[in-house]
């Protein structure tokens, strides 16, 4: 197996690139694609032995100073295969990370549907939200924050970090091999989420300098 990570800017996308990533047969549209490929900068690719296996939509940039990784859409082919694809796509999101803000701390952000795609986020700290631990301050500030960011504020609930509706126009579409080994507390998050509405659940946590340059790294 030869798994090829690259990103691109949105921008240089081709018609037959859109095309492409309907292959995937994930959760999203021509029109969703369509629509990520204007909402984002950045938008990486996996390939094994030359055929697509994931997308990524996201960006780089910074929210009232503080460096960010927003993950607008991702979506991964369901084979024996996608844990792979799905830790490549994330060490890209790291490797950009690390070159854009070397020697920093790197929030990471994302919405999710269902409790599989927390697997993405299993190499953060402090992430909000956590089983058993009550959001304050801060903490609830960010989720604001992020809710504004991926334009799906109208039905945000602070308190819980959950999109009711109307928040699926991207999050982290990803199936995973062993859903019985997903915690009890990860699928509790997911009690108030109804994916049929359009319902996600917001989720960010922190990336400290010195693991980004780990996780960053590029074998």
């Avoid at 803000?101 to 549907?113: K, L, M, Q």
Wanted: glycine fraction near 10%; charged fraction near 25%; charge should be negative.
């Amino acid at each position: 197996m030869s798994l090829e990570v690259a990103t691109q800017d949105c921008s240089a996308l081709t018609e037959a690139q859109f095309e492409e990533f309907l292959t995937i047969e994930g959760s999203f549209t021509a029109e969703q694609f369509a629509k990520a490929g204007t909402d984002w900068v950045l938008c990486t690719l996996a390939r094994i032995d030359g055929k697509l296996h994931g997308v990524t939509f996201s960006t780089l940039e910074r929210i009232g100073g503080t460096p960010c990784v927003l993950l607008g859409l991702m979506t991964i082919k369901r084979t024996a295969k996608r844990d792979s694809v799905l830790k490549g796509l994330m060490t890209e999101a790291y490797h950009r990370a690390l070159m854009a803000f070397p020697d920093e701390d790197v929030v990471v952000g994302s919405r999710f549907a269902t409790a599989d795609g927390m697997e993405a986020m299993k190499a953060v700290t402090d992430m909000i939200p956590t089983f058993g631990h009550r959001a304050v301050g801060e903490e609830r500030a960010w989720g604001r924050r992020l809710a504004r960011r991926f334009g799906v504020d109208s039905t945000y609930d602070e308190k819980t970090f959950i999109v009711a509706s109307g928040g699926q126009s991207g999050f982290l579409d990803h199936e995973s091999l062993k859903p019985e080994k997903i915690s009890p507390e990860i699928k509790s998050l997911f009690e108030g989420v109804n994916p049929k509405k359009g319902g996600v659940l917001i989720v960010h946590g922190w990336t400290m300098a010195e693991s980004l340059v780990k996780l960053g790294a590029r074998v």
